[in-house]
T-cell receptor, first 118, second 108 residues
Framework: GAVVSQHPSWVICKSGTSVKIECRSL??????MFWYRQFPKQSLMLMAT?????????EQGVEKDKFLINHASLTLSTLTVTSAHPEDSSFYIC??????????????FGPGTRLTVL | QKEVEQNSGPLSVPEGAIASLNCTYS??????FFWYRQYSGKSPELIMS????GDKEDGRFTAQLNKASQYVSLLIRDSQPSDSATYLC????????FGGGTRLMVKP
């Protein structure tokens, strides 16, 4: 299957700082990428849909000014958590959709980034 | 009503048994159905996809889809302790919607 990478795999930062997470599709071009957040023992929560060359679409309740998403190329999307606070500590996972799969679009997940804000 | 529902479990089965995981969905127009496995602290891993009614087998895994009844299931034969994980059902219409997951525990 397709490979999606994320960097970094984990990060610890101080409250008030910003953190950037990268998501790359390694062997296919992804016109659409997705960003999820998962708190312990809870299911995945979709934060936003990132489309190459256009603005991201955020889910209800997700602050677009706090979670900045940039999808500048067909293989790279970035999520920046601005002015991070301890409540932003979570497991952030990206996924990418293979456009060649057509209507049967399968999403492939990156390995995730564990963010801890002190 | 949740769009994709799963029993949260845990579902406990002995090693070697068949584990049966179920999922129901609300939107009749859904076209694609997926099962992901997620180990604790890891991201989801796609294990099965199914698009038409009936069974689809891949090794020890069998996915079953019944669009009339709006359910999709996953059978794991000869369950192994390494199968212990949370299994996420996902249904795609306009976007991929996940169920809450079922935690499976396979006891040696």
């Amino acid at each position: 299957g397709a490979v999606v990478s994320q960097h970094p795999s984990w990060v610890i930062c101080k409250s008030g700082t910003s953190v950037k997470i990268e998501c790359r599709s390694l062997d296919f071009q992804a016109t659409t990428m997705f960003w999820y957040r998962q708190f312990p023992k809870q299911s995945l929560m979709l934060m936003a849909t990132s489309n190459e060359g256009s603005k991201a679409t955020y889910e209800q309740g997700v602050e677009k000014d706090k979670f900045l998403i940039n999808h500048a190329s067909l293989t790279l999307s970035t999520l920046t958590v601005t002015s991070a606070h301890p409540e932003d500590s979570s497991f952030y996972i990206c996924s990418a959709r293979d456009p060649l799969a057509g209507v049967r679009d399968t999403q492939y997940f990156g390995p995730g980034t564990r963010l801890t804000v002190l | 009503q949740k769009e994709v529902e799963q029993n949260s479990g845990p579902l406990s089965v002995p090693e070697g048994a068949i584990a049966s995981l179920n999922c129901t969905y609300s939107d009749r127009g859904s076209q694609s159905f997926f099962w992901y496995r997620q180990y604790s602290g890891k991201s989801p891993e796609l294990i099965m996809s199914i698009y038409s009614n009936g069974d689809k087998e891949d090794g020890r895994f069998t996915a079953q889809l019944n669009k009339a009844s709006q359910y999709v299931s996953l059978l794991i034969r000869d369950s192994q302790p390494s199968d212990s994980a949370t299994y996420l059902c996902a249904v795609n219409l306009h976007m991929l919607t996940f169920g809450g997951g079922t935690r499976l525990m396979v006891k040696p």
